[in-house]
């Protein structure tokens, strides 16, 4: 009886995730000027900028399952989903991920006085 209950939950879990993986990262994306230091999750992408204004930005896609990663806890990002984190500098802090996350370049934006982000 508990299998017949399982298999449709499952069915569903991997058709989310599927969905989750396959949505677009926006090939360019505009960082605003007034964006906080520290760790930041800011529509598709991780920022971190630093004391100095220096800025780098990463996907904001686990790289275990692709989940949407949303949010900030202390210095790292977590993802939602099964608990990855990642340092301010996109590298696998604490698992199941085991490649860092995705980088873009970044060049300044001379219209918003901020930056874009191009996926690298």
């Not at 780098?56 to 692709?66: N, P, Q, W, Y």
Request: aromatic residues 4%.
């Amino acid at each position: 009886m508990g299998v017949g209950l399982t298999l449709p939950f499952l069915g569903g879990l991997v058709a989310m995730l599927r969905r989750e993986q396959t949505a677009s990262v926006p090939a360019t994306i505009t960082i605003p000027p007034d964006v906080s230091v520290g760790l930041s999750v800011l529509d598709a992408v991780i920022v971190d900028r630093a004391d100095n204004g220096t800025i780098r930005v990463f996907s904001a896609r686990c790289t275990h399952l692709g989940c949407r990663i949303d949010r900030i806890v202390g210095d790292e990002a977590v993802c939602p989903c099964h608990g990855s984190r990642y340092r301010a500098d996109g590298t696998v802090s604490t698992g199941p991920a085991t490649r860092p996350l995705k980088p873009f370049n970044i060049e300044p934006d001379p219209v918003s006085g901020g930056w874009t982000a191009r996926v690298s």
